[in-house]
């Protein structure tokens, strides 16, 4: 049998989507591989979150977007739901409910309403909870933590999904550098089960730990390559108007911000 | 899970207390009163002693109850869905859409000659029910829908605003209605009867059944309605149904009780001191505290200073606005580390 052309995790085409009457994202077409983990990065305004609540399909827009090779907007929402996990900035109101609870909330897809949750669901909870190392402050309620700690409860709440692609909007938000290297080491793992993990990072030198990154400005987008090109660091630094330089230090790449002086130097 | 079985047995204490509270309430309830505790210790030998307790007393103080349990239910819904602490049942519109119903029938059928037969019949219940049925309706037309929560919220303020102005310009038009309308605003449970407490009974039955199915989802958009989406919520839906038993809760209690103050607000705030839990277990909890706090508060105004009684919208206005402030500064302490 002839193969088929492998189908990304994520495909988009001509994307558009508004934030009240002004045009957010200019038709935006991409692929997303999947088992890969790809940072989207850009500017103030880029259209960054707008871009991922679309494919998340949390905001209506114009165009098709695809999940595993299924058209988003007819798929049924529970099946997406187990399909696609959704991270986003910190919006939650949950002070009461323990962490425990919490993390169960991302079982909802797979569970009949008001069913109890099954022995598989406390497993993925268990999981979830310990991966995040959160599973110490399973009876504590949301209220009792940190915002970092929030951050990993909520971060467990979507692994607990276990979907194959997850949606991520600034997870490392009030995180301190052990637990940003923690989360590192997580979407590596996942990326290794075969997951696709999708974020929105403003620390660029993070975002340069990915496979792929996606350079979005004023709704568009710039590039789309391997982080460790050179194209995309020349692409990076210019979205920013040069203000940024990337430097490699050992194996890894790291953005810098440039002062006035310094750049005109450079 | 045995995870979290502290929460759940924290709840569990405090729902047998509210149960405790409420059957020890309720038989204080039907002994007070302007007869003093002679009615209900006479009446299994004075017709007219029974007569008191059981067609006066004991639906008042069972009404008491269940008006408050339907505005504890309806707060901890309206706190849920707004995601708002301070979110309390009347935030719809309801109660300004009650008061002007209640001032516009007086108007009609109070004092004027040009009353109708059907208005007559509709009766001062029907138009603060009616009243607060049309408020909510007119809050969802301003809100185009339920889509969007911030928009049904500023929706229900504007209401709110208006239909107060009116009922207020309608009182100014008409001073005659001016006392009917104090008694109404200031809320009271005495002229509750039997047919009254069957009806909030059904109801609260009714509401509590679709909130506890519910409750899962307010749990959910408790993490914001973007994840709640995420997790396959059909969020207008929920929305829709949530904005319904706050509607109904709401009208019904009102209209039978008239606007009584705080206790809406309170009692989800009042479980939360004791519990923390998730909203299948707070609505329940906040329900029977609820109906404790008003029937404590009824109970109180017939007491204090019987014959005489005192309006209870009043001592629920300054139990449970005190009880709030008291809230407040132990949660400004506990943040702080200090004591003041």
Known sequence: MKGALPVGAVQAHGIRASLGQQEILHGIDLTLQRACWTSIVGPNGAGKSTLLKVLAHLLPYSGVVTLLGQPLATLPARLRAQQLAWLGQSETSAEDLTVWDVAMLGRLPYQPWLGAPSAADATAVEQALRATQAWDWRARTLGQLSGGERQRVLLARALAVQAQVLLMDEPLANLDPPHQADWLGLVRQLVREGKTVVSVLHEISMALHADEMLILHEGQITHQGACADAATHRALEAVFDHRIAIYALGEQWVALPMEDDARVAR | ?340
Request: hydrophobic letters at 60%.
């Open chain 2, 1 to 340: 899970m045995k995870e979290c079985r502290q929460p759940q047995r924290m709840a569990a204490c405090l729902g047998a207390g509210l149960l405790l509270a409420s059957g020890l309430l309720l038989l204080f309830g039907t002994s007070v009163g302007s007869t003093g505790f002679e009615s209900v210790l006479n009446a299994w030998s004075d017709p007219l002693a029974w007569q008191i307790v059981l067609d006066i007393r004991l639906p008042r103080s069972l009404g008491a109850w269940t008006a408050g349990a339907l505005l504890g239910l309806a707060g901890a819904v309206a706190q849920g869905l707004f995601r708002n602490p301070l979110a309390d049942p009347y935030l719809l519109g309801s109660a300004s859409g009650a008061s002007l119903g209640v001032a516009l029938a007086l108007v009609f059928f109070g004092v004027s000659p040009l009353a109708t037969h059907w208005l007559v019949r509709l009766g001062l219940t029907g138009a603060a029910f009616a009243g607060a049925v049309v408020a909510v309706l007119l809050t969802l037309v301003l809100a185009q829908g339920v889509q969007h929560t911030l928009r049904l919220l500023l929706a229900g303020v504007i209401v709110g605003v208006v239909l107060g102005a009116l009922a207020s310009l309608t009182m100014l038009l008409a001073p005659e209605v001016l006392q009917a309308m104090q008694a109404f605003m200031l809320g009271s449970t005495g002229l509750v009867g039997w047919s009254a407490c069957v009806l909030m009974v059904v109801v609260w039955l009714l509401c509590m059944g679709v909130a506890w199915l519910l409750s899962q989802g307010l749990d959910a958009l408790s993490l914001g309605e973007a994840t709640a989406a995420s997790l396959g919520l059909p969020l207008t839906q929920l929305r829709a149904a949530l904005v319904l038993v706050l509607a109904l809760a709401t009208g019904t209690a009102v209209a039978q009780t008239g606007m009584i103050a705080f206790v809406g607000l309170a009692a989800p705030h009042l479980v939360r001191s004791v519990a923390k839990t998730t909203h299948g277990r707070l609505i329940w909890l906040s329900s029977l505290s609820g109906g404790v706090l008003l029937l404590g508060a009824d109970t109180l105004a017939r007491w204090l200073i019987a014959p005489q009684e005192l309006p209870v919208g009043v001592l629920t206005a300054i139990l449970g606005g005190g009880y709030l402030l008291w809230l407040m500064r132990r949660n400004t302490r506990a943040s702080a580390g200090t004591v003041l």
